[in-house]
């Protein structure tokens, strides 16, 4: 049974850094790409980073040079390593599980979100 459990969010300022991290447990970590996911209030989910099991990386254009994510396949652990953060990062963000297909990964097993308010 897949559990995801994200921690480390809270409220910052303009300017702030926070590290979110996300715990896995009933799946062979190592083998599996995760995800960082956010949703805003009013908007869509939207994809935030990625990292294969390889650790190589990838970030949406908006958060790309600000934010860091990684992982310990020893803890099972992901993280989102989030710095110079703007109000518009404000949204509840999520950690995903990716299924390796034939030609693409979906991102599946979400865990249950934490939330992040960049605000003065």
């Known amino acids: 049974q897949v559990q995801l459990v994200e921690s480390g969010g809270g409220l910052v300022q303009p300017g702030g850094s926070l590290r979110l991290s996300c715990a896995a447990s009933g799946i062979v970590f190592r083998i599996h790409a995760m995800a960082w996911y956010r949703q805003a209030p009013g908007k869509q989910r939207e994809l935030v980073a990625t990292i294969s099991t390889g650790g190589i990386t990838n970030y949406a254009d908006s958060v790309k040079g600000r934010f860091t994510i990684s992982r310990n396949n020893a803890q099972n652990t992901l993280a989102l390593q989030m710095n110079s953060l703007k109000p518009e990062d404000t949204a509840v963000y999520y950690c995903?599980?990716?299924?390796?297909?034939?030609?693409?990964?979906?991102?599946?097993?979400w865990g249950q979100g934490t939330q992040v308010t960049v605000s003065s």
């Open positions: 995903s599980a990716g299924i390796q297909r034939p030609t693409n990964v979906i991102f599946s097993s």
